[in-house]
């Protein structure tokens, strides 16, 4: 039981590239979540997904967009990479959306746009 | 609105001491609070959460937090550190049911424990 894998691990980018990052969770969750953290700032929210084939935008979306074309992954797309995307990303999944359902997260990946 | 202020964004303890690390919050409702851990190139991993009932509230590695509802405070405690207790600590604020879409993240506090 793996929990949430993100790939890749480390990323270097130059400004105007494109990437994916993939995020895939093996415990049937049907919600899924992207975060960005960066020093001193704590998490913040950037997309979110409810279930197969719903996303949402959350606090910091600009920039990004994602896709979640199997209940199972949950893709963030940087279309054209700024220095101020980087970052650590995290994904992360839970079973319910409410009651303080815990959050489970991947290990993340370091981004690093120049 | 919500907000979460982690007082102290590095502490230093002794192994063997006390662990106090501090979290204010403010919520216009009832909040669910939590206390997430991440250990170096790890993600957030769950210490432990209060949503109703019980203020004093148990999690893993002997961590505790008490809801103190007059003081809007969600301190975390431990009674003895543990050098495997290292790692930076979240604690966060929820006030829509704990929806996780309304999760606020505290900046975090890096603890160190020293041998």
């Known amino acids: 039981n793996a929990g949430v894998t993100q790939t890749p691990k480390f990323r270097v980018l130059k400004t105007g590239q494109s990437m994916t990052l993939l995020c895939a969770q093996d415990m049937n969750h049907e919600y899924m979540y992207w975060y960005r953290q960066d020093p001193g700032m704590g998490l913040r929210l950037i997309h979110y997904?409810?279930?197969?084939?719903?996303?949402a935008k959350g606090e910091v979306p600009d920039g990004y967009n994602v896709s979640r074309l199997k209940k199972q992954n949950f893709l963030l797309g940087l279309e054209s990479a700024a220095p101020s995307q980087t970052s650590v990303y995290f994904c992360?999944?839970?079973?319910?959306?409410?009651?303080?359902?815990?959050?489970?997260f991947g290990n993340g990946t370091r981004l690093t746009v120049t | 609105a919500q907000s979460v202020t982690q007082l102290g964004s590095h502490v230093s303890v002794s192994e063997g001491a006390l662990v106090l690390l501090r979290c204010n919050y403010s919520?216009?409702?009832?909040?669910?609070l939590f206390w997430y851990v991440q250990y170096p190139n790890q993600g957030l991993q769950l210490l432990l959460k209060y949503t109703t009932g019980a203020t004093l509230v148990k999690g893993i590695n002997g961590f505790e937090a008490e809801f103190k509802k007059s003081e809007t405070s969600f301190h975390l405690t431990k009674p003895s550190a543990h050098m495997s207790d290292a790692a930076e600590y979240f604690c966060?604020?929820?006030?829509?049911?704990?929806?996780?879409?309304?999760?606020?993240f505290g900046k975090g506090t890096l603890l160190t424990v020293n041998p």
């Open positions: 919520s216009s409702v009832p909040p669910y």
């Open positions: 966060a604020v929820s006030n829509s049911g704990g929806s996780n879409y309304k999760l606020t």
């Open positions: 992360a999944s839970s079973y319910y959306s409410q009651g303080g359902s815990p959050l489970h």
């Open positions: 997904s409810v279930g197969e084939g719903t996303t």
